[in-house]
């Protein structure tokens, strides 16, 4: 992997959906437990859908990590490379997803789709209103974790355990996208 390699970490879901929102948590969780090389960008992308689409200008790798809708027990971990993301993208746990899918039916129009696409997860148990996730879920999401902090070191960037008490550490979690449209 070349030094000029960019790589971005996107956090999907919707927090007052349960566990819809365990890629949002995930990727906050990463951001706070791991120092990270500058050129991989750590962003909670929400539910923004199409409005992501500028974060993946100039990007060679994209790791989308999400709730996946899967044949398993909820919490199960689910990890998905290439032309499986987008099938599983439109598999709709919730409203954010029809986002997903014309996002990358967008980057595909545009002949923008970065040279590796892969989607991390975990099954959810429920998603409904409220913010607590299930119990399945909040006792897998430190496997999620560590697995997409092991994602990010197997593609050749830097990924290191945050001492705690160090030096002031980096904003847990790229919030731009989310500021830029005024939320």
């Keep these: 992997m070349t030094e000029a390699s960019r790589m971005l970490v996107l956090g999907l879901g919707n927090v007052l959906c ?8 995930a990727v906050a969780r990463l951001a706070e437990r791991w120092e990270i090389a500058p050129e991989v960008r750590v962003v909670d992308g929400g539910t923004l859908g199409l409005a992501l689409l500028g974060l993946f200008d100039g990007m060679d790798e994209v790791l989308l990590v999400d709730a996946i809708l899967a044949d398993a027990a ?16 439109r598999t709709r746990l919730s409203v954010h997803q029809v986002g997903v899918a014309d996002l990358l039916d967008a980057l595909d129009l545009l002949g923008t789709r970065p040279r590796r696409l892969s989607l991390v997860g975990l099954v959810p148990e429920r998603i409904e209103l409220g913010m607590e996730r299930s119990a399945a879920v909040e006792r897998a999401l430190p496997g999620l974790v560590d697995r997409v902090a092991r994602e990010i070191r197997e593609r050749g960037h830097a990924v290191a355990p945050r001492r705690s008490g160090g030096a002031h550490a980096q904003a847990p979690v790229d919030r731009d996208a989310a500021r830029a449209l005024g939320l």
Excluded: Q
Aim: charged share 20%; no cysteine; proline share 8%.
């Design 18 to 25: 349960g566990d819809d929102g365990l890629g949002v948590a």
């Design 74 to 89: 909820p919490g199960a971990l689910v990890a998905l490379d290439g032309e499986d993301v987008a099938p599983a993208a």
